[in-house]
T-cell receptor, first 116, second 116 residues
Framework: AQKITQTQPGMFVQEKEAVTLDCTYD???????LFWYKQPSSGEMIFLIYQGSYDQQNATEGRYSLNFQKARKSANLVISASQLGDSAMYFCAMREGLYNTDKLIFGTGTRLQVFP | DVKVTQSSRYLVKRTGEKVFLECVQD?????MFWYRQDPGLGLRLIYFSYDVKMKEKGDIPEGYSVSREKKERFSLILESASTNQTSMYLCASTRSQPRSVLEKLFFGSGTQLSVL
């Protein structure tokens, strides 16, 4: 079974509008972290935001917020006031805490295109 | 800021060649990782290492090996390159102490390898 599922291969949004990128996860570990990374066409992976499984409030970083719904096992990324520079691939990832491993498991990504 | 440097941004090799992809980090991180990225498949973990001379197989280790002789350097080796190893290769690092599910990965800028 997929640990991280991103069902939207591509999304379009108009500049200045908000957009939500979906991510669902699957784990039986009570302790885990959820991450979002951005990958522009240059190829570098840029960390955006993270959320711990025990965090009560949704994480926010500037225009990025993580809509964490634990019961639904979803961790959607919300980008407010989209900018042209937000056009990129976006990856959701998870780290499970129980088995003393530090690896991140990634989803397949969503390509976001922001148009004027 | 952590810097993770991959030696080549683009690489073209021939089938059967032995290929070395080099990665160096400058923040004394214990953990280093090699991922490969393919369209529609996201990032998949090839190998990782917790310490010098230690290595662990990831999800897709077949056809690859790694070397970690020094803490700051983690090399990915394709013993006999094949066309199905044409891909983007991403190196990453993270510290292991203090352990936290929220410890983020720092990535290099990637190596786009083409095997002809």
């Amino acid at each position: 079974a997929q640990k991280i599922t991103q069902t939207q291969p591509g999304m379009f949004v108009q500049e200045k509008e908000a957009v939500t990128l979906d991510c669902t996860y699957d784990t039986s570990d009570p302790s885990y972290g959820l991450f979002w990374y951005k990958q522009p066409s240059s190829g570098e992976m840029i960390f955006l935001i993270y959320q711990g499984s025990y965090d009560q409030q949704n994480a926010t970083e500037g225009r990025y917020s993580l809509n964490f719904q634990k019961a639904r096992k979803s961790a959607n990324l919300v980008i407010s006031a989209s900018q042209l520079g937000d056009s990129a691939m976006y990856f959701c990832a998870m780290r499970e805490g129980l088995y003393n491993t530090d690896k991140l498991i990634f989803g397949t990504g969503t390509r976001l295109q922001v148009f004027p | 800021d952590v810097k993770v440097t991959q030696s080549s941004r683009y690489l073209v090799k021939r089938t059967g060649e032995k290929v070395f992809l080099e990665c160096v980090q400058d923040m004394d991180h214990e953990n280093m990782f090699w991922y490969r990225q393919d369209p529609g498949l996201g990032l998949r973990l090839i190998y990782f290492s917790y310490d010098v001379k230690m290595k662990e197989k990831g999800d897709i280790p077949e056809g690859y090996s790694v070397s970690r002789e020094k803490k700051e350097r983690f090399s990915l080796i394709l013993e006999s390159a094949s066309t199905n190893q044409t891909s983007m290769y991403l190196c990453a690092s993270t510290r292991s102490q203090p352990r936290s599910v929220l410890e983020k990965l720092f990535f290099g800028s990637g190596t786009q390898l083409s095997v002809l």
